[in-house]
Structure formats: C-alpha cells, structure tokens
C-alpha cells in the first residue's frame, strides 16, 4: 500500500481534532459524500437541457433566466446564485472556466471533476481554447466562433448544447440520458445516436 | 494578490489530464475537507466565502500546486481556523505526525500571526445586495479594466488587467469580494460581463472571453471617432 500523502494524513489530524472539539463528525462527513454522489451532480443540468430541446418556450426561459428555472427545481448544492446559460449553435461554441480558482454551478453539475480544478485547464482555456478543446477530444471547424466564459464572480455559467441527430423519437427522460458533463462545461459536444 | 492562484495565461503546465474525472471525491480525506468548510464556518472564524477563497490564495505556492484542490483547501481552512485560534499549527503536526506524517513535510496554511479582522456578519443570504447610488455602465459601453495590482484580494485576474471590453450584461449589485475578504464590509458594487477579444488579451485572434468585473475594476473609454 502506497503512503498516504502529506494532505491526507494532515486532513486526517485535523479532522481528529475538529471531531474531539465536538465541531466536525463523521456523519457530516458522511452526508457530504451522499449529498454530491447520489442527489447532486450533472443529471440535474441534463433535466434542463432534455426539457429545452423539446420545450420551445422553457429554452427560451432558461436562455434568459435560468436563476429563476434553477430555484423553481429546488436543486440542492448550491453555488447558482444567479445561473447563466450560453447556447452553442452551429456558428457559436461555448465553454466555461474559472480562472482564479475553480468555481462552478454545483446545483446542476454536481462537483467539478479533478481536471477542471487543474493549472493546464484553468490557464490555457483563456489562451489557447482551440487547441485544448482539441486535445480533449473536440475539434471544431475554424469557422466557428470560441467563446470562453471565465467565472470570476458569483454568477455561474452552463452551456446549453446541440440537441445531437438521432433523438427525434427519444423521450425527455431518454435525452436526459444522452446529455453528458462534458457537454455542459462545453469541452465536448454530445454525439449523434446511431438509429 | 498576483499569486499561484493566477492562473489565467500561464505557460507550462501542460496538457489537460482527465484522470479520476469521474470521482467526486478521489479519496475519502477530499469529503473530510469538503466538510470542513461548513464546519469552520460555524466556529466563526471566517464569515464570508471570499475570505476563503483569499486564505486559500495565501497558501504555500509550492503546496497550491502539489497539493491538488482538496490540499488547497485544506491550506486555507487551516490558515483561517490557527488565525482565530480554535487550533494550533503544532497540536496539527504533532497529530499528523502520529498519523505518519513526516516532520518535514511541507504545509499549506500560512496563518499570520496579525490577521484582517474577522469582520461582521453577512447583512443578508448570498452575494446580491441593493445598490445605493446607480450602475455607472450600460450595456453597450465600452470600458478599461484597471491596470495596478492589488496587493489583496481581488476577482479582477491579471491577464485582463489594462485590457478593454465592452460590456455585454449588467448584474446589479453584488458582495465587493475585494474588501469582503479582509474584513471590511461588503460594500456593495455593480457587476458587469466584460467580452474581451482575445486579440486584445493575446494578440491572436479568433475567440473571446467573457469575465464577470465589479465596477471599480473598470473606467469608461470615452468614443473616439
């Protein structure tokens, strides 16, 4: 067994610390681990997007006021004071970082993966975003316009992406399941579904 | 402060690596740190999640990096909860050393020994608060961003420091991160998305970037033409 690291045996001693203070406890802890595995995560931002790609008049709410949308559905986690959603097109690619640290819409996309929270990802998508969407996987045409959104205050961002062909005949509950994290943060665009 | 935190632009750190992409906490230690942000909350020893957010900024450069978030983390709950005085840096290390821990292991936390005061209480729920006097911009107008670093706090990053945008959405007024993280109020301000083109930022072009700026970040340009 590898030695734990230096943050971890730290975070060990200071969470047997806090616990003997009587101000952390192991069922907090507990609760945490199950609040951002079971109820918090991106399926909350898929039950908006599946419901935009077929409901004309709640896209165009979400587009607008998606901090509205995003109370009405009483997700839990938090970190959406005011949520903005930014639509990619054909003509328009979005995709968001926070620069200075690593905020992020908990309620609709849980916690962010580890990449996310990493220098290469925070420092290079402001700079170089063509290049790092294509090394991660997505490789946009040179006519299509980037646009970077760097969370530097207390408004969070969410993309909202192209419905992919192939889905005409799913159900909303079945698009839901098609809408990746990835997709959300705008480093990936969903695939279409084989017929 | 232009700290490690900075990243925004930097050079050198390679390409995106999406290992453990699909666990919300890599260890069990990541949740126990999580929780501690709640925790220290509730002792009093920070009131706001800006003075947070500058605690972790203040951690240990060589640890802000090798440490990964939840290490960040850790470095600033312990900074701020050793600055109040509900635990010591020594009662920590001699616990970790228990633990295995080796002495020298380097740690994240810097408390100062004269920290910013505490400061009060939030006057309200969340980071939006009524404005006293109006937005100064509309959407439309086109604006500089400072161009002085501030020794603090601040949610203005470097490399869109002295650049000018034009402002495409008006927030009205939030929490002022920039004296809320040092204990001196929230002096509320009005917040705007700046759009930036990235042949302004860069010098190369073919996208933008869109920050969210506070008011005092940003002077008027006036028209030219």
Known sequence: ?195 | MDGIHDLGGKDGYGRVDKTGEDNVFQARWEAVVFSMLAAGRATGAWRNSDRFRHAIERVNPHTYLAHGYYGRWLGGIETLLVEAGVVTQEEITERAVALGADPDDQIGARPRPDPDPVGEAPTDRGSRRPLKTSPGFVVGDAVMTVSEPVPGHTRLPAYARGKRGVITASHDGWVFPDSNAHGQGERPQALYTVCFDSETLWGSAGFTVSLDLFEPYLQRIEATS
């Open chain 1, 1 to 195: 067994m590898t030695k734990p690291s230096p943050q971890a045996l730290r975070a060990e001693a200071l969470e047997s610390l806090l616990t003997e203070k009587g101000l952390l406890s192991p069922a907090q802890v507990d609760e945490v681990i199950a609040t951002y595995s079971e109820r918090v995560g991106p399926m909350n931002g898929a039950r908006l997007v599946a419901r935009a790609w077929v409901d004309a008049d709640f896209r165009q709410q979400l587009l607008t006021d998606a901090t509205t949308i995003v109370n009405e559905y009483a997700f839990e986690g938090g970190q959406c004071e005011k949520l903005v959603v930014v639509e990619n097109t054909p003509d328009v690619h979005n995709v968001v970082v926070c620069t200075l640290c690593s905020c992020y819409p908990w309620a609709v996309l849980g916690l962010p993966p580890k990449w996310y929270k990493e220098p290469a990802y925070r420092s290079r998508i402001v700079r170089e975003p063509r290049q790092v969407l294509s090394e991660m996987g997505l490789d946009l045409a040179d006519d299509v316009e980037i646009r970077v959104w760097d969370s530097s205050a207390e408004i969070r961002y969410m993309v909202l992406p192209m419905r992919p062909a192939g889905t005409a005949l799913l159900s909303q509950t079945e698009l839901e399941a098609v809408v990746t994290r990835d997709s959300m943060i705008g480093v990936a665009q969903l695939r279409d579904v084989e017929g």
